[in-house]
C-alpha cells in the first residue's frame, strides 16, 4: 500500500536532489568562472567573455545530459 501524499516530506527529498546536483556541478561552475577570468585577462570585453562562459558552461551541460541518456 502507499504512503499518503506529504509535502514536507516531498520538498525534503527536492531539496536533497537540489544539493547533490549543485555539488556534481560545482567543479563545472568552477571551470566557467575560471574560464570567463582567463578571457577578461586576455584582453576579450566583460560582455564577449559571459557570453563566451556561458556559451561553454551550456554545452558541457549538454554533453553531460547526453551521455548520461
Known amino acids: 500500500m502507499s504512503e499518503p501524499f506529504n509535502p514536507d516530506d ?6 536533497q536532489a537540489v544539493a547533490q546536483m549543485r555539488e556534481m556541478l560545482a567543479p563545472l561552475d568552477e571551470a566557467t568562472l575560471g574560464y570567463r577570468r582567463q578571457l577578461e ?10 557570453e563566451m562562459a556561458l556559451s561553454f558552461h551550456r554545452m558541457a551541460i549538454g554533453q553531460m545530459a547526453s551521455s548520461a541518456g
Open 41 to 50: 585577462e586576455t584582453g576579450w570585453s566583460p560582455e564577449a567573455a559571459e
Open 10 to 15: 516531498v520538498a525534503h527529498k527536492l531539496a
